[in-house]
C-alpha cells in the first residue's frame, strides 16, 4: 500500500503569530501536528535585474510552489502585466504559462486530487479530480472542475464559500468585521467537510488550501497587533478578544476536524507561502509619489514633507462616505463653505 501525500496550506498564515499562539496553548491541533512532525521556515529570496531580494508577494510565490521555478524563468512577477510600449494594463488571475506546469500534473501513474489550490488552472495532464474557485482569498480563480460537474456538486451539497468574493476589507464598517469573523469559520468548516469527501475517492496527493486566513490576517490585523498604525484606536472595539486570534483558533478547530479522518498512514505536510505582517509598502505609492507630483504641480510648495506648519490629520476612524476616495472628496470638494468647514 502506497503512503498518499496530503498538502494543507495554510494561505497567508504568519509564522511569528503561529508560533506565539501555539505556545501559549491556542492552538493545540497545529502544535500537535508540530511536536510531532519538524517543523521549518524558509527563506525565500530571488533574482531581481541580477540582485537577490526577499520575496512575498502571494501570486508569484504560489507560481513557484505550483512550478518549482523562479519568476525571473516563468516570467510571472504578478497577475498584473504592464506594456511600457502602448502603457496598457492586462491583470490575469491565474497563472497560465504551459511551458511550466503545475508539479502534481506530471505523471499520470498517481492519482492526485486538488481542491481550490490558488492562481493555477485547470490541467489536462493530471489523473484525478479538480476543483478551482469554490472559494478562496479574493481574487480567486474562475470556478470550474474536472469532471466538470464535481463542482456543481459540492455546492449542492454543501453550499457556497460565506466569505467568496466578499472579504473585500470594510474596515471602517463595524458590522463587516462581525460578519467576516463568522464567515472565516463557516468557510473553514465547510471546508473541512467537503475534504472529508473528497479524500473519500482513491488518490496518491491531496492538496488543499485554506484562504480564510489570508482573508482574516487583511482584515483584523490592525484589531490584534500593536504594530499596526491604527492599533490604538481599533483594537477590541470594546470586546475583550483578539479577533485575529479567533480566526486562528476557528482554522485550527478546522484542522484537528480533519486531521481527525486522515489515514494514518498519510503523511501530510502544512505549509505557507507567505506571512502577514502590518503592510507598510505602500508609503511610498501613496505618500511618496503624491508629495513629488504635488511639488511637480505647484513648484516651490510642499504638501507634508518639511512643511512644519502643516501637520498630518488624525486618522478617520469613522468615514461618512464609507472609502478613502469618497471620504476625501467629501472633505476637500464640497460646494457648501460651511459644510467644508465642518468636514
Not at 516570467?75 to 510600449?85: A, S
Not at 485554506?210 to 498604525?229: K, V
Request: one cysteine or more; hydrophobic letters at 40%.
Amino acid at each position: 500500500m502506497r503512503n498518499p501525500v496530503i498538502g494543507i496550506g495554510l494561505e497567508g498564515c504568519d509564522p511569528v503569530l503561529l508560533e506565539q499562539w501555539m505556545a501559549q496553548g491556542h492552538l493545540q491541533n497545529l502544535a500537535k501536528v508540530r511536536q510531532q512532525g519538524v517543523y521549518g521556515q524558509l527563506v525565500n529570496s530571488v533574482d531581481y535585474n541580477g540582485v537577490s531580494a526577499d520575496f512575498f508577494a502571494t501570486e508569484p510565490s504560489w507560481g513557484m510552489v505550483l512550478t518549482g521555478c523562479f519568476p525571473s524563468k516563468t516570467g510571472f512577477w504578478d497577475v498584473v502585466k504592464f506594456n511600457p510600449d502602448n502603457y496598457t494594463i492586462v491583470c490575469d488571475k491565474i497563472y497560465t504559462d504551459p511551458a511550466y506546469p503545475p508539479f502534481y500534473a506530471l505523471n499520470q501513474h498517481h492519482q492526485v486530487i486538488t481542491f481550490d489550490v490558488p492562481v493555477t488552472r485547470l490541467s489536462d495532464k493530471l489523473n484525478g479530480m479538480q476543483i478551482q474557485g469554490w472559494g478562496g482569498h479574493f481574487p480567486t480563480p474562475p470556478s470550474c472542475s474536472l469532471p466538470t460537474n464535481l463542482l456543481s456538486e459540492i455546492i449542492s451539497k454543501h453550499g457556497e464559500d460565506p466569505l467568496k468574493y466578499k472579504d473585500d476589507g470594510k474596515w471602517w464598517n463595524q458590522q463587516y468585521i462581525d460578519w467576516v469573523q463568522g464567515a472565516i469559520e463557516q468557510s473553514a468548516t465547510k471546508r473541512v467537510k467537503i475534504c472529508q469527501d473528497l479524500l473519500k475517492h482513491p488518490y496518491d496527493l491531496f492538496l488543499t488550501v485554506f484562504g480564510d486566513i489570508h482573508a482574516a490576517g487583511h482584515d483584523l490585523y490592525d484589531q490584534s497587533q500593536p504594530d499596526h498604525l491604527l492599533y490604538n484606536v481599533r483594537h477590541n472595539n470594546g470586546k475583550a478578544i483578539d479577533p485575529l486570534l479567533e480566526a486562528y483558533k476557528a482554522i485550527d478547530r478546522a484542522v484537528g476536524d480533519l486531521l481527525a479522518t486522515i489515514p494514518e498512514h498519510a503523511y501530510v505536510l502544512f505549509f505557507s507561502v507567505h506571512g502577514m505582517a502590518a503592510n507598510h509598502t505602500d508609503v511610498l505609492s501613496m505618500f511618496t509619489l503624491s508629495e513629488f507630483l504635488y511639488r511637480f504641480s505647484f513648484p516651490g510648495k510642499v504638501g507634508f514633507a518639511g512643511n512644519k506648519s502643516r501637520k498630518v490629520p488624525a486618522a478617520i476612524t469613522k468615514p461618512i462616505r464609507k472609502g478613502w476616495s469618497g471620504e476625501i472628496w467629501r472633505t476637500l470638494k464640497n460646494a457648501n463653505p460651511m459644510q467644508r468647514l465642518i468636514n
